[in-house]
């Protein structure tokens, strides 16, 4: 795609997770994370919706290795609702590394989806968790605005962001994600194998170039 973007009044900037565990000297840092925020600041002035999503985790949750005796962060489990990567604790409820980066400013936001509530289950995407049956109800809030048109930016790309497009892709939005918006985490190719399922499911990518261009 090339030139300006028109940006209206049905589409909305869902903003993944740009925490301070997720960023450099976080507890889960993906790499040069910090480095999307001011591309995501300079976004946002073109979107009147904005909402952001905020991992929650309670202390001891499932997905944590350290709640696992003898297993290590980013080892493979199986839980109820299927395979679950285990991490390093982080993004916990009221802690320091779940607050949001603070250069991120983005002050007109309208939402916060807090996900990964539930100590059983993990969540990746913000519209449902990793049982892929529980709901965060941002589709719901999603449709009651009149909002069709989702741009996603955040992190991580190939986790957080991933799940949170193919799900709202499923739900039937309209979705472009903004690359240079987004950092991964890159564990065994999923930087790739992210980027080839998006594409494979009709998701359109862009930079923000196409976004801010004059």
Known sequence: MSGKLAIGQD???LVIDVQNDFCPGGALAVQHGNEIVPILNSVGQHFADVVLTQDWHPPGHSSFASSHPGR???ETIDLAYGPQTLWPDHCVQASSGAQFHCGLAIPHACLVIRKGLHSGIDSYSAFREN???TTTGLAGYLRERGLTRIFIAGLAYDFCVRYSAEDALAAGFDVTVIEDACR???I???MAQTHERLAALGCTSIISAEILAD
């Open 188 to 190: 065994e190719g999923s």
């Open 72 to 74: 290590k962060p980013f």
């Open 184 to 186: 991964g985490l890159d």
């Open 11 to 13: 589409d909305v900037l």
């Open 131 to 133: 049982d892929r049956e």
